[in-house]
């Protein structure tokens, strides 16, 4: 079974911190994918990777960027979190753009 | 932007009723999944049509594809209260260089 991990749950930070997300696929995926859900406006694509230090912008880039070092994990930063990024993270993996997206268990972030 | 808009919103049904929800789109499509999200996870997928096909089945699930009115249906039969969960659709465009978007997602409650 393909296993999507993200590195938290739930996190806690200050405005202004910056902040990493962190997120490990075990199935050789090419690619991998970062979306924030947001009650009534659903998932929205922030970036994606389609090979190792490859990336493009999604929908919503602004205020994050991306490193995927190692083919298996993709981070998400969020150089100076603001009140407004308080949402529900989701990572994605698959082989093609349009197959099957395998998703991690989501981290909500919450910025006071 | 938007592609897919699912409809209801939200559906309240009985368990062993059937639950339909319904996908519409706006351009050409390579192919549409369903994903199901229990409260506060990650999507788990459920099925991937492609646009050469009009119907397809997964034990109680059913997904028919109409690429003449854009629309796709996701019937649930012999509901139970574990199928409690968001539903979203997933289309693939085949206009260009692009990745899955993502619906707004039917909340589905099912009572015992």
């Not at chain 1, 994605?92 to 099957?100: L, R």
């Not at chain 2, 369903?34 to 099925?47: A, D, E, F």
């Amino acid at each position: 079974d393909v296993k999507v991990t993200q590195s938290s749950r739930y996190l806690v930070k200050r405005t202004g911190e910056k902040v990493f997300l962190e997120c490990v696929q075990d199935m050789d995926h090419e690619n991998m994918f970062w979306y924030r859900q947001d009650p009534g406006l659903g998932l929205r694509l922030i970036y994606f990777s389609y090979d190792v230090k490859m990336k493009e912008k999604g929908d919503i880039p602004e205020g994050y960027s991306v490193s995927r070092e190692k083919k298996e994990r993709f981070s998400l930063i969020l150089e100076s979190a603001s009140t407004n990024q308080t949402s529900m993270y989701l990572c994605a993996s698959s082989y093609g753009f349009q197959e099957t997206q395998y998703f991690g268990p989501g981290t909500r972030l919450l910025v006071l | 932007s938007q592609q897919g808009e699912e409809d209801p919103q939200a559906l309240s049904i009985q368990e062993g009723e059937n639950a339909t929800m319904n996908c519409s789109y706006k351009t050409s499509i390579n192919n549409l999944q369903w994903y199901r999200q229990n409260s506060g996870r990650g999507l788990v997928h459920l099925i991937l049509i492609r646009s050469n096909e009009r119907e397809k089945h997964s034990g109680r699930l059913r997904v028919t594809l109409d690429t003449s009115k854009k629309s796709s249906s996701l019937l649930i039969t012999a509901s139970r209260a574990a199928d409690t969960a968001s539903y979203f659709c997933a289309t693939g465009s085949n206009s260009g260089y692009s990745t899955l978007t993502f619906g707004k997602g039917t909340m589905l409650l099912v009572s015992p």
